[in-house]
């Protein structure tokens, strides 16, 4: 079977995450993608070090699928190299500032001198433009930013998310913008920037929430774990652990009320929407919490998907590794790394196609393991390579 992007090849000049995942996804779908890093190796590479050389497991999971190629564009040779590897490609990935791109002769004019129908997806912080469009930053600027991280605190303070999901959002942004660069290309034979950032992604995520402020003037505060806009939407202690519940619509919170078996919060007015009822979310959040008191994690969810209302257990990071369905669709595939105690659990693409799907193949590369090979295919000979790795230019 082929897959859909065989024949396309990627340089991937990202780092973190926002730039090396999205070229990921590209090389799941069969694109030959090439990771280039310093000699000494990207930051990326070990952040939360698993292994005895040092990868951490961001590395392993935005790494799957990809060659790795180690060099210095800032030398004479290193522009050389960039040049014959930008000819030999069909997209340029690189989250950097725009000042970075053209000081490592990566910046589109440039690429398109090498490669005219060359597509270049840029991710940056800010974007290209603005009065932040050289300012630096990470997935926490864009959930501060954005009202994400106000809005899920409580009288506290805000509160962060752990996970990255400005930084993958935008990856996955990015891919999609690269994918219809890649149709229109087909069209007109013409390539052209793709341009992402994670603040744009932020506001993405967060638009229903501006919308309503711009809107109405809500002037919504934070309150914690309970939702803004339906209820009950919130977590709850169970006898021996907790679970998450959101219920949407007039039928389910009839059919919530039904399991509480209490007829009068139908008839009162201040629950008659989703609306209504999310700004009365503490008594409707109190009531829940009782019931779930009384219950196991099991018996709460056992009742609550008998009568058709979301629900599901709150996991710890080890017990997300042995959910049953998490299990059935295999979500998650074992891979093997040198130093790596044990195989890493690596997500699965995170989209299925029924007749060319995704797939892992490979693991993440050691640092600069197929540079020689690369720069074989390139038309260097072995005594030119060997050259260039005694400058110090690979």
């Not at 990935?93 to 060359?118: F, G, W």
């Not at 996970?163 to 013409?190: E, H, W």
């Not at 599901?312 to 295999?330: H, M, N, S, W």
Request: glycine share 10%; proline share 5%.
């Amino acid at each position: 079977m082929t897959a859909v992007l065989e024949g396309i090849r990627v340089l991937d000049f990202g780092r973190y995450i926002a730039g090396p995942y999205c070229a990921t996804l590209l090389a799941d779908m069969g694109a030959d993608v090439v990771r280039i890093e310093r000699l000494e190796g990207g930051e990326d590479r070990y952040i939360a070090s698993v292994c005895a050389s040092g990868e951490g497991g961001s590395f392993m999971q935005t790494g799957r699928n990809k060659r790795g190629f180690t060099l210095d564009p800032m030398t004479a040779e290193g522009r050389e190299v960039t040049a014959r590897l930008v000819a030999s490609a069909d997209v340029v990935v690189a989250n950097l500032p725009a000042s970075t791109l053209q000081a490592m002769s990566i910046d589109y004019e440039t690429l398109c001198r090498h490669k005219p129908d060359i597509i270049l997806t840029h991710i940056s912080a800010f974007g290209s433009a603005g009065p932040y469009a050289d300012r630096v930053g990470f997935d926490l600027m864009g959930q501060g930013m954005s009202g994400a991280a106000y809005l899920s605190g409580d009288e506290r303070g805000p509160v962060r998310s752990q996970m990255n999901f400005v930084d993958f959002s935008t990856a996955v942004f990015a891919a999609y913008g690269t994918l219809a660069a890649l149709m229109a290309r087909a069209k007109t034979g013409r390539g052209q920037i793709v341009e992402a950032s994670l603040f744009s992604s932020a506001l993405t995520i967060a638009n229903n929430f501006l919308i309503e402020e711009s809107v109405l003037k809500k002037d919504r505060k934070p309150h914690g774990n309970r939702g803004h806009h339906i209820a009950p939407n919130d977590i709850f202690a169970t006898r021996d652990g907790w679970i998450v519940v959101m219920i949407a619509g007039n039928p389910m919170f009839a059919r919530w009320s039904k399991l509480m078996g209490e007829t009068h919060w139908l008839e009162d007015p201040r629950y008659a929407s989703d609306l209504s009822r999310a700004d009365h979310g503490r008594e409707i959040s109190e009531r829940m919490a009782r019931w779930c008191a009384d219950r196991t994690t099991a018996e709460a969810i056992d009742e609550l998907e008998a009568a058709r209302l979301p629900a599901g257990p709150l996991y710890k990071p080890a017990e997300v590794l042995t959910d049953p369905q998490v299990l059935a669709r295999e979500m998650f595939k074992y891979v093997d790394y040198p130093g790596s105690p044990s195989p890493a659990p690596l997500a699965e693409t995170p989209v299925r196609l029924s007749d060319t799907p995704g797939a892992i193949r490979k693991r993440a590369p050691l640092l600069g393991e197929h540079t020689d090979e690369i720069l074989a295919s390139l038309g260097y000979s072995a005594t030119e390579i060997a050259g260039l790795r005694g400058r110090r230019a690979v």
